[in-house]
């Protein structure tokens, strides 16, 4: 059994469209509604999603922990996470469940890095210098690590909420996580969509944010590597 989730803050103009392309593909749709404080919640209910409003805005992290622990209560074997801004196609979900059938793996993250054409440049070499750091911490090849179109098996879930980060680098803690617990993440191929969305990254917070989560994961790799000799 698998649910979709889709943690959406101030998404008014995409959510109905990405909701109703999504329940074409599956019939459980949860939209975790981050204290938009416009009609996202509204309109994601009225396309048919489930939704859950944090009454402020607490960061996509919390937003995707808040429906890890409504979808896993329910008792769904996977959750599918997509944004709600339209950059990931809901008609490639199919890709994600065939693999998981296929490969067997607890965690499935999207792969835009074969399909750059259409990738600003500027992203697409974050993207590859973070991949490639995030790997080395990893432990295994991840290509496209600020890909936040995946699925993780319930298995997982409890490793990855708590006490966690609760903004953007809670999608790369959940990589570092699940690598650390032996886990292969597979890659799936998925297309590279960019349009009228706007970001809502702010570069030098986030940024931040990230470098000091770097930080504390490469101290705990080092204290792991010490203990064992």
Not at 35 to 60: C, W, Y
Not at 109 to 117: E, I, K, Q, S, Y
Not at 193 to 216: K, W
Request: one cysteine or more.
């Amino acid at each position: 059994r698998v649910a979709a989730l889709i943690p959406a803050y101030r998404e008014e103009p995409f959510i109905a469209d990405v909701v109703r392309r999504t329940r074409l593909q599956l019939g459980d749709v949860l939209v975790v509604d981050d204290g938009s404080g416009d009609r996202t919640g509204e309109l994601a209910r009225a396309a048919g999603a489930e939704v859950i409003t944090h009454p402020v805005n607490q960061g996509k992290g919390a937003a995707i922990q808040t429906g890890f622990k409504k979808l896993c209560q329910r008792g769904f074997d996977y959750v599918l996470i997509l944004d709600a801004d339209g950059q990931h196609r809901p008609e490639e979900i199919p890709r994600f469940l065939e693999a998981a059938g296929r490969e067997r793996t607890k965690m499935l993250l999207g792969n835009r890095m074969h399909d750059t054409a259409d990738m600003p440049w500027n992203r697409r070499w974050a993207n590859q210098l973070m991949s490639s750091q995030i790997s080395l911490l990893c432990g295994q090849r991840v290509n496209d690590t600020q890909c936040g179109f995946r699925m993780i098996h319930r298995d997982l879930i409890p490793r990855l909420s708590g006490e966690r980060t609760t903004h953007f680098q809670y999608e790369t803690e959940m990589l570092i996580l699940t690598s650390w617990r032996g886990e292969r993440i597979s890659a799936v191929p998925i297309s590279t969509v960019y349009g009228e969305e706007t970001s809502s990254i702010n570069p030098l917070r986030d940024a931040g944010r990230f470098v000091a989560l770097m930080l504390r994961y490469w101290f705990k790799r080092i204290k792991r590597l010490g203990r064992r000799k």
